[in-house]
C-alpha cells in the first residue's frame, strides 16, 4: 500500500455547493487524490462572489484550490496544481490547468490553485464574474496568473485531444434544465460584456445544430440553447451581478420557459379507476368529497397510452377502490402489453379475489396497501368497518409472501397517531419483505374540509414532539428488520418552498379522460384543453398543465390544496 504525500499543512480544496446532482461525484474524486490535503464545503452560500470569499477569509495554509461541485477532477490534479505553483515566481497569483467539457466536447480553462498571501487582499465583489475582476485588480498591481495548456496537439489554441495528459478532470458531466440554461445564459451574457470568451460565439449554432440533428433535444442541448438564446436578447449593459441560486439573476427567463417546455412525455400516467369505494376513511377525499364517476374504460387506457407511448409508468388508483371496477383487469392488461411498468394502490379489501378481477396480477411491479391502523377498533374509528381489519392483514400477509418485496403498507400519520408508528412498524415486521410508507396527512379543496382542522392533525415543523421522537421511530424500525420507504414530510405555516413537480411529471386520468397535474390530491376535472379524449388534444402542453407549473415556480398563486400538501416540502 502506497503512502500519499501529505499536503494538509500547505493546501486547502474548497468545494462551494448549493447541492448539484454532480456533488456527489466530486467529493468521491476528491477521495482518490493521491496526495492528502485539507477540504472544506462552502454550502450554499449566496451569491457565489461570497462563497468565494469564504475561501479567503478561512483558508490557513499557503495555497488553496476551488473546485466546483460540476467538476471531476483526475487523482493526480492537485498534486500537479501544488507542483506548479511551487515553481512560480511569487508574484504569480494563481495558477490554472485544464479541463476536458464533456457537454461542450472540448477542453477549457479549468481548475485554479492560489497563493493565499496574496489574493487574500483582493477580496471577491459581487459583479458578474468576480473572479477576472479579482484578476484584473491583481495584474493592476504587478501579479500575474499563469494558465498551462501543455505542450500536446492544440495546445497553442486552447483546444487539446481528450486524452491528452494535460487534462486534470472533467467538467459538464450533468445537467438539469436549469442548470443548463443557467451555464449558458451566464457564458453567453460574459461573452456580450467581456472581451476573453471569444470561443463562446459559437455555441448558440452548436446547440441549435444538435437539436436539429435529433428526433428529440437532449435535455442539455436544448436548455442550452434556450438560455443562449436568451442571454443574446438581454441587454448587456447591466450587471446581474454573480451567480445566487436564491433570486435566479443569471438565468432570467428560466421559471417561464420551464413551464412551456415541459419534458417530452410525463414520466407517470396515473388513472383514476374508479369513483367507488366500499370504505369511508375519514381523512380521505371520496368520503370528504364524493363525486360520482364512470370508470376508465379498455378505450380510454388505450388513448392514454397512445397518446404519451414514452411514459414508462402506469399508477392504478382512484379517488375509490379500483379493484371495484369491472374494467380493471383489461385496463392492467394492456398496460403490461405495452410494456409499462404497473403500480397498483388499493385499500386491499379485495385482494383476496384479485386473480379473478386482474388475472395478469402477478406482473404488477408494486403494491400500495392503504392499512393507516395498527389494531381492528383503530381501523374502525377511521372507516367505520373494524370486521375487514384482520382481512386485509391477511391479503397483505399472503401477497407479500407470493410477491416478496413488491408490497408496501402505508399508513397516514398525523399529530395525534404519530406515537402509534412503533406499532405500525411492529405489524410490518411480521409480514416477510414488506415496505412500510409513512405520510402525513393532505388536504383536501372542498367545503367539507376545514383548513382550521386540517392544520391541527397536519404535522408541521413546529411538531416538536413528533421532531423529537422521530430518531427513535427509526431506530425502532432499524432494530426490527423493517424497510420504511419513506417517513412523513412535515409541512411549515408560514413558508410553502413549491418543490412539487408533479405538472413536469405525472398526468392524472379520470374516466370521462379529464387529466390534471397532480399526483396527491388535486383529482382531474374539465377545462378546456385537458380532455386526452378531444380529438387533436394537447394536454401536457395545455394552459392546464402550464397555469400549475406556473403556480409552482411563483409566477402566480397556488391552488389551495397545494399550499397544504407535503410534496412541496419534500
Not at 443557467?182 to 444538435?210: C, I, M, N, S, T
Not at 451581478?241 to 407517470?268: I, L, V, W
Not at 383514476?272 to 363525486?291: A, E, G, V
Not at 401477497?399 to 406499532?423: C, D, K, M, W, Y
Request: with cysteine; proline share 7%; glycine share 6%.
Amino acid at each position: 500500500m502506497s503512502i500519499r504525500l501529505d499536503l494538509s499543512r500547505e493546501v486547502t480544496v474548497f468545494v462551494p455547493t448549493i447541492g448539484a446532482k454532480t456533488f456527489s461525484n466530486c467529493l468521491r474524486a476528491l477521495d482518490t487524490q493521491n496526495v492528502t490535503f485539507r477540504r472544506r464545503v462552502i454550502d450554499h452560500v449566496a451569491p457565489l462572489s461570497a462563497a468565494y470569499q469564504v475561501m479567503l477569509d478561512s483558508c490557513a495554509t499557503e495555497y488553496f484550490v476551488q473546485v466546483d461541485e460540476d467538476m471531476v477532477l483526475f487523482p493526480d490534479a492537485v498534486r500537479r496544481l501544488y507542483i506548479e505553483i511551487k515553481h512560480q515566481p511569487e508574484n504569480v497569483a494563481v495558477v490554472a490547468l485544464p479541463l476536458w467539457d464533456e457537454h461542450l466536447e472540448r477542453s477549457i480553462m479549468g481548475i485554479k490553485i492560489y497563493r493565499h498571501s496574496v489574493v487574500q487582499r483582493y477580496p471577491y465583489r459581487d459583479l458578474q464574474s468576480c473572479e477576472m475582476d479579482q484578476v484584473t485588480r491583481m495584474r493592476a498591481d504587478g501579479y500575474h496568473t499563469v494558465a498551462l495548456w501543455g505542450s500536446g496537439k492544440g495546445a497553442d489554441k486552447g483546444e487539446l485531444e481528450r486524452n491528452d495528459e494535460a487534462l486534470q478532470g472533467l467538467h459538464g458531466t450533468e445537467y438539469t434544465p436549469h442548470t443548463a440554461y443557467e451555464r449558458y445564459w451566464d457564458l453567453l451574457f460574459k461573452y456580450r460584456r467581456f472581451p476573453w470568451l471569444g470561443w463562446v460565439a459559437e455555441l448558440p449554432q452548436k446547440f441549435a445544430l444538435r437539436c436539429e440533428g435529433q428526433p428529440t433535444p437532449t435535455s442539455a442541448d436544448w436548455w442550452a440553447l434556450l438560455g443562449c438564446v436568451a442571454a443574446l436578447t438581454a441587454d448587456p449593459s447591466k450587471d446581474p451581478g454573480e451567480k445566487n441560486y436564491m433570486t435566479n439573476s443569471t438565468s432570467p427567463g428560466f421559471d417561464e420557459a420551464y413551464c412551456h417546455f415541459p419534458p417530452q412525455d410525463p414520466s407517470e400516467i396515473i388513472l383514476y379507476q374508479t369513483s367507488r369505494c366500499n370504505l369511508q376513511c375519514s381523512y380521505c377525499r371520496h368520503t370528504l368529497q364524493p363525486t360520482e364517476r364512470v370508470d376508465i374504460d379498455l378505450n380510454l387506457a388505450r388513448c392514454a397510452l397512445d397518446t404519451f407511448q414514452r411514459t414508462p409508468n402506469i399508477c392504478i388508483a382512484g379517488f375509490g377502490e379500483p379493484l371495484l371496477s369491472p374494467n380493471v383487469g383489461q385496463v392492467v392488461e394492456a398496460c403490461l402489453a405495452r410494456n409499462r411498468r404497473v403500480s397498483l394502490i388499493t385499500n386491499g379489501t379485495l385482494l383476496e379475489s384479485i386473480k379473478d378481477r386482474i388475472p395478469e396480477y402477478s406482473r404488477i411491479a408494486s403494491f400500495n396497501i392503504s392499512l393507516n391502523a395498527a389494531t381492528a377498533p383503530e381501523y374502525g374509528d377511521i372507516n367505520g368497518h373494524e370486521e375487514l381489519f384482520d382481512v386485509v392483514v391477511k391479503n397483505a400477509r399472503r401477497l407479500a409472501v407470493e410477491l416478496p418485496g413488491r408490497v408496501t403498507i402505508s399508513f397516514v400519520i398525523t399529530q395525534q397517531n404519530h406515537v402509534r408508528i412503533p406499532e405500525y412498524l411492529g405489524l410490518a415486521s411480521k409480514m416477510p419483505k414488506v415496505h412500510v410508507a409513512l405520510v402525513n396527512i393532505l388536504p383536501h379543496a372542498s367545503p367539507e374540509c376545514n383548513w382550521t382542522d386540517f392544520m391541527g392533525r397536519v404535522l408541521t415543523d413546529n411538531s416538536q414532539d413528533y421532531l423529537m421522537a422521530l430518531p427513535t421511530y427509526q431506530k425502532q424500525a432499524k432494530a426490527l428488520g423493517v424497510s420504511v420507504a419513506c417517513w412523513p414530510t412535515p409541512i411549515s405555516a408560514i413558508h410553502n418552498p413549491k418543490k412539487c413537480r408533479s405538472p413536469w411529471q405525472v398526468v392524472g386520468i379520470d374516466g370521462e379522460g379529464w387529466t390534471y397535474g397532480c399526483r396527491r390530491v388535486v383529482q382531474p376535472f374539465p377545462l378546456d384543453g385537458s380532455n386526452i379524449l378531444k380529438k387533436g388534444a394537447r394536454v401536457w402542453l395545455s394552459p392546464h398543465f402550464v397555469n400549475l407549473r406556473r403556480s409552482l415556480m411563483g409566477l402566480r398563486d397556488l391552488p389551495r390544496p397545494c399550499g397544504g400538501c407535503f410534496g412541496n416540502w419534500m
